[in-house]
């Protein structure tokens, strides 16, 4: 079949890979009807050092299944279903208090012999633990909504949920990537009335505020927080940093009001962060990480299918699997907000 | 008045200083009938540079009340009183949220006028709400016990409560000084069953276990850590901080669960900690901060007063106000826990 594979920074190559076959009987093979390319992505798109034997890539995506191994009950040939960014097996310590991404059967896309999603298919191991099965559809609108199930917008929501958002939490969304779209979106969606948005490229902050956004906010760094704080009196309840640098951490600590809480979900991009007597003085805590989506997915599905959130909004282009390495330039060049690909 | 005053690094002398006066209608005056010296008071003890005109240090007390303002309304002379170590009005949207030490009228004893409690008296602004009642009594084991409710029990408990520690938690925590003592204790009344202490110093430690700790790892830095994890199979679900060093952070962080949290409640001497991908990929938390001790007074002062707890077994050293310079000595090389002063 064909696959994405990435050597190196700004090296992604569409090439014949082993067609996937069942390993595990806990494995289903799913035909990928939509993936995407991820934000995250682009780090190694950007950093990743020369590799001789490329790198399988891609971790969005939704298909149809067309085999089941021998002990999976969950799924069957024909269904539709959205794969999270991260296999579980749905059942052990970490997956019952809703920790996915640390289940001890779990793992990544495109590595240990596991596909990547920007594929023809891929073989997803704990296939019970991992898919989710939708209700068959045909609209493009609605399946590239139900897409970012996968990832984008279980991310935001999982910012907005770490960080506490409610009906009575102000809230700064650092970031106007796609992530941080969806992080409006999840805010708006559990009830926050005071959602200020970080961003400085008017077509994606326009689309924040279609979301929820209630003010926008163009500048960064110090004088960006000055200006929230201008805007808020004290900084925000909740910050939920959407972008994964330093400079974004910084930040997000700076515009949280005393008590407040940081939650980030972009992948930091730094080892070290401003975590020092600011932070202490003011009682502000750092939460978030790599978000569980298979944790989400249940509760965001009914919203997504019924038409109330739309959170596919953030795709602006979509493209055929051949054209992945365009796509990716596209986003590194900030040419497209998020792109969806149809293998 | 005879009072405390610091010049400087490993300069800290007993002098006399203005009697204190009634300066707003909202303050009260306080005879100091116990204090004690800090943790925190060491840092500048080792570090501070050195001042022409020194400054009034020291903030943990309890005496009786002399004189107050024609707005108190709380408290009267002749009361037997315990400060926090921050005062605050009780009545600003930060203080309604338990967040005390971020009173939009509050402030810190020994600066901007207001004295140290370091010595004979202290004029306490925001009386009404800073202030709280005791039972009166005698009883010299018991007022240690009150006294340690101005700062180090209630922070040892905001670490145990900011972390999320219950009954079904299980808890590391980080120092044996007298404020990891004090939130082994705060994390066992919680009812944590498991609580690994970690700490060097045998009598410390053997406290600690009398508190409550039910194991004791002697080990530091990535050892200790990896000590833990043995102990506890993927580290605990919550990390109460309480040294205050970057070390003492990385190990926090190494020694949590996923999806645990790690609260600190020892005043950061870094700017920059380790909260990179690592603690990212895990979903691990940082929260706690300065204690809202005021907050904690009224839950924690029945358990204090019936002896179901007894903190004040962290003193080990009592001496009058004119040994005080001896008492940070002894406390800086760590002959004396925690000092007890009668002024």
């Known amino acids: 079949m064909r696959a994405t594979v990435i050597y190196g920074a700004g090296d992604v190559r569409?090439?014949?890979?082993p067609d996937p076959k069942l390993v595990e009987p806990t494995d289903a093979l799913v035909r990928v009807t939509h993936s995407c390319i991820c934000g995250s992505d682009l780090w190694p798109y950007k950093s990743m050092p020369r590799v001789e034997e490329g790198q399988r890539i891609g971790h969005e995506f939704?298909?149809?299944?067309?085999?089941?191994?021998?002990?999976?009950?969950?799924?069957?040939?024909?269904?539709?279903?959205?794969a999270p960014f991260?296999?579980?097996?749905?059942?052990?310590?970490?997956?019952?208090?809703?920790?996915?991404?640390?289940c001890v059967n779990g793992g990544f896309y495109g590595t240990d012999g596991v596909d990547g999603g920007q594929g023809e298919a891929v073989r997803v191991p704990q296939a019970d633990g991992t898919l989710v099965p939708l209700p068959?559809?045909?609209d493009e609108e609605l399946l590239a909504s139900l897409l970012t199930l996968s990832d984008v917008f279980?991310?935001?929501?999982?910012?907005?949920?770490?960080a506490g958002v409610g009906p009575r939490t102000t809230v700064t969304v650092i970031g106007d990537g796609a992530v941080g779209l969806c992080a409006v979106l999840a805010a708006r969606r559990l009830g926050a009335e005071r959602i200020v948005l970080m961003?400085?490229?008017?077509?994606?902050?326009?689309?924040?505020?279609?979301?929820?956004?209630?003010?926008?906010?163009?500048?960064?760094?110090a004088e960006g927080a000055a200006r929230v704080r201008e805007l808020t009196g004290r900084g925000t309840h909740a910050v939920l940093e959407?972008?994964?640098?330093?400079?974004?951490?910084a930040t997000g600590l700076r515009v949280a009001r005393p008590g407040g809480r940081v939650s980030r979900v972009g992948v930091p991009q730094y080892e070290q962060g401003s975590v020092g007597p600011a932070m202490f003085r003011r009682n502000v805590t750092l939460t978030g990480g790599i978000a569980p989506a298979r944790a989400y997915i249940e509760e965001l599905l009914p919203d997504v299918v019924e038409g109330r959130v739309r959170p596919g909004r953030v795709f602006d282009r979509t493209i055929g699997l051949d054209d992945v390495p365009g796509g990716y330039r596209a986003m590194a060049d900030r040419?497209?907000?998020?792109?969806?690909?149809?293998?």
């Open 154 to 162: 279980p991310t935001g929501h999982h910012a907005a949920v770490t």
């Open 199 to 221: 961003g400085r490229h008017p077509a994606r902050t326009d689309l924040g505020v279609e979301f929820g956004a209630t003010d926008v906010v163009a500048e960064r760094g």
């Open 242 to 249: 959407c972008v994964g640098t330093e400079e974004a951490l």
């Open 136 to 138: 068959p559809t045909g």
């Open 14 to 17: 569409v090439t014949d890979v």
């Open 62 to 82: 939704l298909g149809v299944v067309e085999e089941v191994g021998a002990e999976v009950r969950g799924v069957r040939p024909g269904d539709l279903v959205v």
């Open 86 to 102: 991260v296999f579980s097996d749905n059942t052990c310590e970490f997956c019952r208090e809703g920790l996915h991404t640390s």
């Open 335 to 343: 040419e497209a907000l998020k792109v969806l690909v149809k293998p």
